[in-house]
């Protein structure tokens, strides 16, 4: 993990470090996020070691092209062979000689010789050097596709030592400096789905490279829901570049699949979309060379036109851009255009947005109005102020987790007004048919030209009124929900639709999962705390925290913090402080990852709580920060003097974890202790070490269970450890007995592999 860490870290970017100071408040900032890594990627787009590069097909798009980016339209890149329309079409080898190659071709730059040796003289006198033939070699660059290739002249990586005496010659090898390699090339079959255009199935993919990252968080108020994001992050979602601190240059790219633009010159054909620079998410320092730009491919020319630019701003409202394309260059069939952006290449900094991309003829200069009405952003959450709660507490009570209604944003972006009418089903995710469908229950008919209006879904309320059924599901329920709108006309139909799971299981959440900023504290000893409400009592037992990668000038990973629990703020009361420091954990298997860090001891909470940390160095930690649901009021930080709330605008990504209505260790009797018990490391993952005061005393050490039960039990020995390798992970309780069986000392301690 550390080796990863360092490879985004290692970059002191100037940019990160001024829009941290431009948002600095005594304790807290907030800054960009700085990796989104897809599922199984890698830091940098690095070939295969397998040395395989994949030509993707794709299926000509024809007039109009329209994409509001409300269904992810990009080709993924991620072919592999042996799957499925893969095809394996060619293979390029580095080395050739003569039109030749083998595997096991090898040569080095210099010459070699055979040396002819007198063994019989005490010198060793060499007798005659005679040069081994050369070889012209044919060298493929298989870092590029088509390789290029050059000739050398080399030679076989030995010298032999030839003796008059000895019948045996001796060869000497030398290290090559050109070793056979391969390069296989794979065809990957188009994408043969389709997209609803209209009244008409058009081929899905649309754009041939996924270096943007299409999204529905990152955007403020778009035309429609989803958008196209360009950053400086890579398609992997790491950044391009880290190792300078300001990283400038090319970031992503769309580039679209070839469209048939075989049209005689006019003026009626256009391109248009809209853009937003910055957004929720990115930096807000403003360069001036930072820029998005459109360009047009000449087929004939095999040339990339520039036809527009637009430099970085301040956030402003989604601004539209209409182009003409009347050059006879780019009318064949073959056309395509693309979007680029420059700017900081080391993590998600200097953003732009692009939405409802549109080319098709017969259209005029005043052709902006859109005819369509959408969903504006998504919804994560049926319950009231929370996106999840633990089963065994909604189980008991579940109207009174369940909101009363959902409020939810449309537009319609037509100049004229439409009949609109809305609806929701809801049902445990996988059946069919869902179990509640509410239809119809809402609708605007009148004076909704070229606005955006909020509409309210009833949940828990009114004539559609239900809470989820926890006897359809056992410890967790999964709860799928869809919001739809009817209107007519309506351009794209897949932005009327919005589909999320809910997640009852066993914590609280106030976050939608995904992550726009990073929040920080970054002085010792500061506090920050969320606030959580339960029914009644509970246990907890860990917290969940995502840490999103940051660039600074401290390495991150050596940030520290005590996970803390309090039962008030003002006055501060803490029930619970981890013994042992935590450090963040930044996961690079996936976006917005959440690591769970264990309690010492479970701990019995009720009504109020407060979970957080207290900031031991000032080392920023870049804790995800949800900018889309709003719980402010339940982030409180401190640095002197009482707890203050949050001055941000959003949902700390932090979790708690329960277990039960009662303490976990009530089958564990309470035995009273003669001496103070150390156990260390807590957690353990391989063994734990276990000190006593009075040890001449000791005699045998029993790990308990939970249920009470010993599960392991050994001499006591102060300075030999005691293996937890063979345990389930999960709590313990460490204790030392006395030659007569009394209880010395106890301790608990967490096993985690």
Same mark, same amino acid.
């Given at each position: ?19 941290a ?10 800054g ?11 830091? !940098?787009?690095q ?33 592999q062979?042996g ?33 002819? #040796? ?5 010198d ?43 019948y ?29 255009? !209209? ?6 993919i ?12 990152y ?12 950053d ?32 005689p ?24 060379q930072?820029?998005l730009?459109?360009e ?10 520039? $036809?527009w ?8 409202p ?49 052709d ?22 633990p089963?065994?507490?909604f ?41 509640e ?15 955006t ?9 009114? @004539? ?18 869809t ?10 139909? #897949? ?47 860990? $917290?969940?925290?995502?840490f ?8 991150? @990973?050596? !940030?520290?913090?005590?996970?803390? $629990? ?15 420091y935590?450090?963040?954990? #930044?996961?690079f ?7 769970e ?19 031991t ?28 709330? @949050? ?9 708690p ?21 150390v ?19 000791a ?20 300075s030999?450890?005691?293996?937890v ?6 709590m ?8 007569e ?7 608990r ?5």
């Open positions: 993990m550390r080796s990863i860490s360092h490879y985004l870290l290692l970059a002191v970017g100037a940019t990160w470090l001024a829009t100071s431009a948002q600095l408040v005594p304790a807290e900032s907030l960009p996020i700085h990796a989104r890594p897809l599922e199984g990627s890698t830091p !940098g787009e070939r295969s070691l397998l040395n395989e590069y994949f030509i993707y097909e794709y299926l000509p798009q024809t007039l109009p092209v329209e994409d509001d980016f409300s269904t992810d339209r990009t080709r993924h890149l991620d072919a062979s799957q499925g329309g893969v095809t394996l079409t060619d293979t390029y080898y580095h080395l050739e000689v003569g039109g030749v190659s083998t595997a096991d071709m090898v040569f080095v730059l210099e010459p070699t010789f055979r040396y002819t #040796y007198d063994v019989s003289d005490p060793n006198v060499i007798l005659d050097t005679i040069p081994l033939a050369s070889s012209m070699v044919t060298l493929y660059d298989l870092s590029v596709y088509p390789p290029t290739l050059s000739v050398v002249e080399a030679w076989p990586p030995y010298n032999i030592d030839d003796t008059l005496t000895v045996i010659d001796t060869t000497f090898i030398i290290p090559p400096d050109l070793v056979q390699d391969s390069l296989f090339v794979y065809t990957v079959a188009a994408d043969a789905r389709t997209y609803e255009q !209209g009244l008409t199935q058009v081929p899905l649309l754009w041939q490279d996924d270096y943007a990252y299409v999204n529905r968080t955007p403020v108020d778009p035309p429609t829901i989803g958008v196209a994001t360009f400086g992050l890579d398609r992997t979602g790491f950044p391009y570049d880290v190792t300078v601190p300001l990283p400038y240059g090319e970031c992503d790219k769309l580039t679209s699949v070839p469209i048939n633009l075989q049209f010159p006019g003026d009626s054909l256009y391109l248009s979309f809209l853009y937003q620079p910055q957004g929720l998410s990115g930096d807000d320092v403003v360069q001036v930072d820029s730009i459109v047009l491919f000449a087929p004939d020319d095999n040339e990339w036109v520039q $036809v630019q637009s430099d970085y701003s301040a956030v402003q989604f601004q539209q851009v209409m182009l003409p394309i009347t050059d006879a260059r780019f009318l064949k069939p073959d056309f395509q255009m693309r979007w680029r952006n420059f700017g900081t290449r080391s993590g998600a900094l200097d953003q732009w947005h692009i939405d409802y991309v549109r080319l098709g003829r017969n259209r005029s200069f005043d902006t109005v859109l005819v369509d009405v959408a969903f504006v952003m998504p919804e994560s959450s049926l319950l009231e102020t929370y996106t999840s709660v089963f065994a507490k189980s008991t009570s579940p109207a009174i987790y369940m909101a009363q209604s959902v409020e939810l944003t449309m537009k319609n972006l037509d100049i004229d007004d439409k009949f609109i009418t809305w609806g929701y089903d809801s049902g445990i995710d996988g059946t069919t048919p869902p179990f469908t509410c239809v119809n229950y809402g609708n605007n008919i009148s004076n909704n030209a070229e606005t209006f909020p509409t309210t879904h009833p949940v828990n309320s009114g @004539t559609c009124s239900f809470v989820y059924d926890p006897s359809l599901s056992t410890d967790a329920a999964f709860w799928r929900t919001y739809w709108l009817n209107a007519t006309p309506n351009n794209i139909p #897949y932005n009327d639709t919005l589909s999320f799971v809910q997640e009852i299981s066993n914590y609280y959440s106030y976050d939608d999962g995904s992550a726009e900023a990073g929040y920080s504290l970054n002085t010792p000893g500061a506090k920050a705390a969320v606030r959580f409400d339960t029914q009644g009592g509970d246990s907890l037992r860990a $917290v969940r925290m995502y999103d990668p940051i660039f600074s000038e401290n390495d991150p @990973t050596d !940030g520290s913090f005590l996970l803390t $629990v309090w039962s008030s703020l003002n006055p501060e009361v803490i029930v619970f402080q981890n013994f042992s935590g450090e963040p954990n #930044y996961r298997d996936g976006p917005n990852k959440f690591v860090f264990p309690l010492d001891s479970t701990i019995y909470v009720e009504n109020t709580f407060y979970v957080g940390w207290v900031q160095n000032a080392i920023k930690m870049n804790v995800g920060f949800d900018k889309n649901r709003d719980n402010s009021d339940k982030i409180f930080y401190k640095v002197s003097g009482p707890f203050t709330p @949050t001055s941000y605008e959003g949902s700390l990504m932090l979790r974890v329960m277990v039960s209505a009662v303490d976990p260790w009530a089958s564990v009797p309470e035995s009273p202790v003669t001496d103070q018990l156990v260390y490391p807590n957690p353990a993952g391989e063994e734990v070490f276990i000190k006593l005061e009075n040890a001449d005393r005699a045998t050490v029993e790990l308990l269970d939970l249920l009470g039960q010993v599960v392991e039990r050994t001499s006591y020995r102060a030999t450890p005691m293996s390798v063979g345990l389930v992970p999960g313990y309780m460490v204790r030392v007995l006395d030659r069986g009394g209880v010395m000392g106890q301790e301690i967490i096993v985690q592999h």
